[in-house]
């Protein structure tokens, strides 16, 4: 048992946006609510996931049906519905704007993070004073070949147009600090990339790997 440093309890909401309901989204929420029980971690730093926010990002009934029931078999879950299909940055950022905690978490559908790897990006957060902090993987992800050669060609834009390398640390598995998180939730628009309107507010961030 890891040695409990501090006695404050930080909260965390999960953002997780859907378009699809993948298959891997019923086990993923149960590994989460795992962690609605207070944990420690590494450091002993004390967390909590108080809800679990589901961003339905497009109007597909078969969908929709499907997220009411996962959403309703399980406490501290709830659903923002976005009118149409939006994309997977904006849905996160709709979700963040409706969080309520302490820090925000956010997480891909399909489980390819795994979400008790949250007490290490805490730990990092605290000891490192960042209020963002991206988890990296230690070995390639299996999204799809279009999907990573998405992600690899706006990291490398934004790499080449800022000069820095710092664009490269960039996941979709992210621990926020909660007002920052809802301060670009606040004013960003359906065109804006999420992670580029977080240095906007926050230009530090850090990041581990998972």
Not at 27 to 43: G, H, M, R, S
Not at 108 to 119: H, R, S, Y
Not at 180 to 200: H, I, K, M, P, S
Request: glycine fraction near 6%; proline fraction near 6%.
């Amino acid at each position: 048992m890891p040695k409990l440093e501090n006695s404050f309890l930080h909260s965390v909401s999960v953002v997780i946006p859907v378009f699809r309901v993948a298959a891997e989204l019923p086990f993923l929420l149960d590994e989460i609510v795992e962690l609605f029980t207070p944990k420690a971690t590494a450091n002993g730093h004390r967390f909590v996931v108080e809800e679990v926010i589901l961003v339905h990002d497009g109007p597909e009934p078969k969908s929709a049906a499907s997220l009411q029931e996962l959403a309703g078999q399980r406490d501290r879950v709830r659903i923002v519905w976005l009118s149409r299909n939006f994309g997977q940055h904006p849905a996160t950022l709709a979700g963040m704007s409706a969080s309520l905690a302490d820090w925000i978490l956010t997480l891909d559908e399909d489980g390819q993070f795994p979400p008790d790897a949250l007490g290490a990006l805490l730990d990092n957060a605290l000891q490192h004073k960042a209020p963002v902090v991206y988890g990296q993987p230690t070995g390639a992800t299996s999204h799809p070949l279009w999907r990573r050669m998405g992600s690899w060609m706006a990291r490398s834009f934004f790499s080449a147009l800022l000069g820095t390398q710092n664009w490269e640390r960039f996941s979709s598995f992210r621990l926020i600090q909660g007002e920052t998180g809802r301060a670009v939730g606040a004013y960003c628009t359906n065109e804006t990339y999420l992670d580029v309107a977080l240095t906007w507010v926050s230009p530090r961030s850090s990041s581990v790997q998972v």
